[in-house]
């Protein structure tokens, strides 16, 4: 018998449900100019077309422009003198079409003219940036299902003076000529390392290919693509001087991606899903050394900017926007479920998105961050792969306590995150990697930065690297045989 | 198609395919990896010591059912030398804890373990069936939960025990380090994955069962023939946890690491230091001795509001409204007074 209290929530409505909020908080009028009628809510704050112009341009610099010289002194006193180029990843998506649009209007339109607004310091009085290129990465070469859309991000770029496109494919991460290109040094000779890398092919696209063929899940794809995009980027950046990248990553976005990113283990690197500096594999850095040696920044200007912000703006600015290039995946996967996941839950929770990022802002790696993982380059934590044998069992043979040591394998050189990439199976997975030996296939491709890592850190010496709740009720029942059988059936293989 | 053979040990015939790692194993070599990763979580983190008393938070659900064996499996096997005991609740919820405290009893005589029942009605002088009739079916679990915390601490005190295991297991962990990221719970967020947790003074609490999923535990006690309770929630569809366990469910079917790689997740990062520093430190409850953040623990805030007849000291503005309506008349009931015992009193007591 069910207690008193543990009755059907449905047929209590009207008790147990959360009361809806109201979509705005006090009046129609703007919050700010406290004047006009209000043309859009954000985040039950009412603003008009006028003040929603300078509000978004506002949430742009202050989260740019603290960054821009290579000394970060906090909020902006005096000059932006940045070190480099700046470099804007463009996806024809939302997010980056409005970055593109407020890089535009912030740094190029009417720069030097006499008869603007603000102080002798301010970015349309001097230009700031000497170069802007706009790097797209196209994925078209892969999945034969999707269409190049060179041409129409091009003409998207072509209505702002003063960018320069940088196309790039996503196959010039296994490309020996691409890599000679931005690294500015030969490709690496592979052949003696103990595990094969090459997979046995040379055409680039082919080695995408491979590589993908024997990812395990549609999610290690998507993070894939995703890692290789985001180091395609950072590597051209290297490769013009630029010393900054920015991204046109929403806040909204920003909070997906780092769900996203913890629910497969990337923990370690949440601050840098925020906002990174990274430098090329082959620049010796010095500690204490402030001076510029090729590092590139890696800031969201957007990143408190929401969603419906952005569509604002596109609406308003009559942007155009071409469009995310949707890759063709067969299973939902954990970024489309956190995508669906955030966005429902913003829909009742309008401060969802806001919450997480600054709840994540609010955390640091726990531990030594200096090792870098061979295929992101995002840092690596020690121990990993004792940790995985340790927590879950997968073989009677391994050694834990050798598995971090061993420095022949390829799991060595990897982070968590990566590592599940290239072997956390789902229930369907047919893909099998053997990521320890060069003796069974298939082998994996990998990029040209990691090929070149491994190559430089095996080549010389075999180095010693990395290594209850309020508003529950409940309902009790005696399981029997069968239905404890039931719970755990989809996993029984016979007539157990 | 011809049966495959073991993944682990290639010889038996596999039946089944683990949750965790989608391998396909025998029924033996299931048993041996689950209660090795118990072993390895409970090694790792040096949870116990020979001699310990430790207490099983034991509700006669399915997590601490298959606890208590597995714990009386591994300190035989392992030689861990524990004194192990029952730890139980009685929330005083008609027919709800009935059948569960009998599977308790019943373990009690299988595994040959001392077993302790506290009641909410002993120690606050209200039964839940008491509370819901005073404040309505809303937020009734906020006043069970804080209860159930007092009262498994004071339970484990009475006992004279080290510490308390409770079975939560990976998906509880993994839920609740998304929930505490959503709703920016950074106090809760850092705290949420330690393995032990221990308030100033309190008794040890650990959870064994970290990196356990829960569809493993149904699994273990399926193949042991464990009997258990099974609770399930099924209120609020639109409450915060129930969408975090909703999502929590799809990732698993995604990719089944997903909750263990939340968990890593949630271990390898840490507030940072300029955050730490300004979260609020424990103290002592003035009125009954347990740990709280503030003058008064939960527990005790929670007891003033239903002696004096509110309902509203759940949230801190709740808890300044009680306050204001001026001092607290000197018949109320109170919780006794916390005083936690050693090991070796209970010890010379017994």
Partial sequence: MMAEFCGNPAVEAGEVLMPRKRKFDRSRICVKCKINPGNLVIRHSVYCKGCFTPLIFTKFHQALEPYINHVSVGPRRGALKPSGALLIGFSGGLGSSVLLDLVYQRYCANVGSDNLKGGREHPRKNKVWQKIYVCYVEVSDIFPETSDRTAQIREAIARYDGFELIPVRIQD????????????????????????????????????????????????ILSTLSTLTRLLLLYTAYSVSASHIVLGTSLTSL?????????????????????????????????GDTSWNGEVRLVRPLRDVGMKECTAWVWWHQLLVVGKQRIPVPKQTIGDLTKNFIIGLERDYPSTVSTIAKTVGKLAPRGDSRVRCVLCELPTQQFVQRWKSRTSIRSFTDDASSMDTATSSL????????????????????????????????????????????????????????????????????????????????????NE | MAPK???????????????????????????????TEVHNTIIQAHLFKPGDRVAIGASGGKDSTVLAYVMKTLNDRYQYGLNLFLLSVDEGITGYRDDSLETVKRNQEQYDMPLKIVSYEELYGWTMDRVVSAI?????????????????????????????????????????????????????????????????????????????????????????????????????PDAYRGHARAFLKD?????????????????????????????????????????????????????????????????????????????????????????????????AES
């Fill in chain 1, 173 to 220: 991460a296994f490309d020996r000529t691409w890599w000679e290109r931005v690294s500015g040094g030969a490709a690496p000779d592979l052949a003696g390392l103990p595990f094969d890398l090459g997979g046995g092919d040379s055409e680039p696209v082919a080695a995408l290919q491979t590589h993908i063929r024997a990812l395990p899940t549609p999610t290690a």
């Fill in chain 1, 255 to 287: 909070s997906i991606s780092l769900i996203s990113s913890i629910s497969q283990g990337g923990g370690f690197v949440v601050p840098q899903a925020i906002q990174e500096e990274w430098f090329p594999q082959f620049v010796q850095r010095t500690i």
């Fill in chain 1, 411 to 494: 799991p060595h050189y990897l982070c968590y995150s990566c590592h599940t990439t290239l072997t956390s199976k789902s229930a369907r997975s047919t893909a099998t990697l053997n990521l320890h030996s060069s003796n069974s296939a298939p082998a994996l491709n990998l990029p040209m930065w990691a090929a070149t890592r491994l190559a430089l850190e095996l080549g010389s010496e075999q180095s010693v690297g990395p290594g209850a709740p309020a508003n529950e009720i409940w309902e009790t029942k005696k399981l029997d045989d069968g239905g404890m059988k039931s719970l755990v059936g989809e996993f029984l293989l016979e």
């Fill in chain 2, 5 to 35: 053979s073991c993944a682990l040990c290639q010889n038996s015939k596999a039946i089944l395919r683990r949750p965790k790692t989608g391998q396909h194993i025998c029924k033996h070599c299931f048993f041996t990896v689950f209660e």
């Fill in chain 2, 136 to 236: 309505g079916k809303k937020n009734n679990c906020t006043f069970c939960g804080v209860f159930r915390r007092q009262a498994l601490d004071r339970g484990a005190s009475g006992l004279g025990v080290d510490q308390i295991v409770t079975g939560h297991n990976a998906d509880d962990i993994a839920e609740t380090v998304l929930m505490n990221i959503m709703r920016g719970d950074i106090g809760r967020l850092g705290r949420c994955t330690a393995i032990c947790t221990q308030g100033e003074d309190m008794i040890r609490r650990s959870k064994p069962f970290k990196y356990a999923y829960e569809k493993e535990i149904v699994m273990y006690a399926y193949f042991k023939k464990l009997d258990y309770f099974s609770t399930e929630c099924i209120y609020s």
């Fill in chain 2, 251 to 347: 990732l698993e079917a995604a990719r089944p690491s997903a909750i263990i790689d939340i968990i890593h997740s949630g271990e390898a990062f840490e507030l940072k230091e300029e955050v730490r520093a300004t979260q609020k430190s424990q103290q002592t409850c003035k009125r009954c001795g347990y740990m709280s953040s503030n003058d008064l623990c939960k527990a005790c805030s929670l007891l003033e509001s239903l002696e004096r007849g509110m309902s509203t000291a759940i949230t801190d503005k709740g808890r300044r409204k009680l306050e204001a309506q001026g001092l607290t008349p000197d018949n109320m009931r109170t919780i006794p007074y916390f005083h936690p015992s050693s090991s070796v009193d209970a010890e």
